[in-house]
C-alpha cells in the first residue's frame, strides 16, 4: 500500500460505517445531563458516541452524536450517496485480498 495521510487512512475507517451503519455498544461515557438519565452507545469502530437522554418514564428526551475528528465533511467537500460508499467498501474489501481472489 502507498503512503496515505492520517486524514486519509482514519477516513478509509470510517467507510464500513458510512456504508452499513455504527456498530454500536452500550458504554459509560463521563458526559452528565440534568434533564434525566445518560445513556450511551458507542461505535466500536469509528468511536462515535450516541448520547441519549432517557426521561424517567423511558422516553427519549435528546439524542447527540459525539462524532471523532475528522468524520464530517469538511465544507466544500464532495458529499457521497450510500451507493458510493457500498462502492469505496468494495473497492477497500479487494485491496486486502490477495489478487487472485478479487472480485473487481
Ligand atoms: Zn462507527
Given at each position: 500500500m502507498s503512503y496515505?495521510?492520517?486524514w486519509f487512512s482514519?477516513?478509509?475507517?470510517y467507510v464500513r460505517c458510512r456504508t452499513i451503519g455504527h456498530s454500536w455498544f452500550d458504554y459509560d461515557s463521563t458526559w452528565t445531563t440534568t434533564m434525566g438519565y445518560p445513556l450511551t452507545l458507542r461505535?466500536?469502530?469509528c468511536?462515535?458516541?450516541?448520547?441519549d437522554v432517557i426521561g424517567?418514564?423511558?422516553?427519549l428526551v435528546t439524542?447527540?452524536?459525539?462524532?471523532?475528528?475528522?468524520?464530517?465533511?469538511?465544507?466544500?467537500?464532495?458529499?457521497l450517496a450510500r451507493s458510493d460508499f457500498r462502492l469505496i467498501l468494495l473497492e477497500l474489501r479487494n485491496e486486502d485480498r490477495?489478487?487472485?481472489?478479487?472480485?473487481?
Open positions: 496515505e495521510t492520517t482514519e477516513r478509509r475507517g461505535c466500536e469502530r468511536g462515535t458516541e450516541r448520547r424517567a418514564f423511558g422516553q439524542r447527540h452524536y459525539h462524532k471523532p475528528e475528522n468524520y464530517d465533511l469538511t465544507p466544500g467537500e464532495e458529499r490477495p489478487p487472485q481472489a478479487r472480485a473487481i
